[in-house]
């Protein structure tokens, strides 16, 4: 299990309607496992709190003024070289 608390920066580039964005983002991630053996495969247990990082990339599509939608994939790394994730999100966004 992995919980992780971050602060992003993006960068849009504005295209019209769609607008393809970078941003990365630093912050922690508490980690939890338990101790297990597959074969010859061992995970240790752990529980942790450590640096977390993660790079940004996507679309978003604005619907109108106030609103759009995107898509983007983040790589999430900790200082733990063991442990890192991968995501797709789909996300809504609403301007101030």
Known sequence: KMATGMLNLYYDIDLGSFKPYVGAGAGVAQIKSTAITIGTLAVVE???????????????????RDWSIGLDG??????????SATAVTLNVR???
Do not use: H, M, P
Not at 74 to 83: A, F, K, N
């Open 46 to 64: 752990k529980d942790a709190t450590e640096f977390a990082y993660q790079a940004i990339i996507g679309v978003s599509y604005e619907i109108s």
């Open 74 to 83: 983040r790589y999430l790394g900790t200082s733990d070289e063991d442990v």
């Open 94 to 96: 609403y301007n101030l």
